[in-house]
Nanobody, 130 residues
Framework: QVQLSESGGGSVQPGGTLKLSCAVS????????MAWFRQAPGKEREGVAV???????FYHGSVKDRFTISRDNAKNTLYLQMNSLKPDDTAMYYC????????????????????????WGQGTQVTVSS
């Protein structure tokens, strides 16, 4: 019954901006680790950003200071604001939920591997090119 649905992807030029959304049902996002992953052709799925139950965030080094993960608990929706996009950001972007009960913040754990996340959306494509 848990469903995650991404939207907001598209094609932009380098330096452009996109905001991705992930509408979630079946779980309360404010009670779970919520993350964005991405996967480009021929590459492994890569953690982009995560927000834990307390609102602490962690970012992959390649997107830090450019991307912002956030949530709207009232709407049960996760967001990824992406600024200053680069061609290397081109990938399918997925939102994911880790429902494990834990107290350690993501400042210490990082995003973690994709295998730790139980629920996934279908993905939304982001393409950055001239």
């Amino acid at each position: 019954q848990v469903q995650l649905s991404e939207s907001g992807g598209g094609s932009v030029q380098p330096g452009g901006t996109l905001k991705l959304s992930c509408a979630v049902s079946g779980i309360t996002i404010g009670s779970n680790y919520m993350a964005w992953f991405r996967q480009a052709p021929g590459k492994e799925r890569e953690g982009v950003a995560v927000i834990d139950e307390t609102g602490i965030t962690f970012y992959h080094g390649s997107v830090k200071d450019r991307f912002t993960i956030s949530r709207d608990n009232a709407k049960n929706t996760l967001y990824l604001q992406m600024n200053s996009l680069k061609p290397d950001d081109t990938a399918m972007y997925y939102c994911a939920a880790d429902t494990r009960k834990r107290t350690t913040s993501v400042a210490l754990t990082g995003i973690g591997g994709y295998w730790l996340y139980s629920y996934w959306g279908q993905g939304t494509q982001v393409t950055v090119s001239s």
